[in-house]
């Protein structure tokens, strides 16, 4: 069975980069603005607002629409830098 091999390999590739698109990959704070940006390139934006005795938050999502094999050659690259240093 192993003419399915490619196929197991590559939907392994795309499930992983995926799992490793939902992570963060760094954290800004500024000015009340905490900025999580994501390693598939979105990007959160939490901005504090403070009323009277209430501190509330507003979420704003900036969205990539990047494509499955730019996410996967990220992944790669990312996994081959962790593996040499």
Do not use: P
């Amino acid at each position: 069975m192993t003419q399915y091999d490619d196929r197991v390999e590559a939907h392994r590739q795309k499930s992983e980069s995926e799992e490793w698109g939902k992570c963060i990959k760094y954290l800004h704070t500024n000015n009340g603005v905490i900025e999580t940006a994501f390693n598939n390139g979105d990007i959160k934006y939490e901005t504090r607002i403070v009323m009277a005795e209430k501190t509330t938050y507003k979420t704003t999502w900036h969205r990539e629409k990047i494509e499955s094999e730019s996410l996967i050659n990220n992944w790669t690259r990312w996994l081959t830098d962790m593996r040499t240093s």
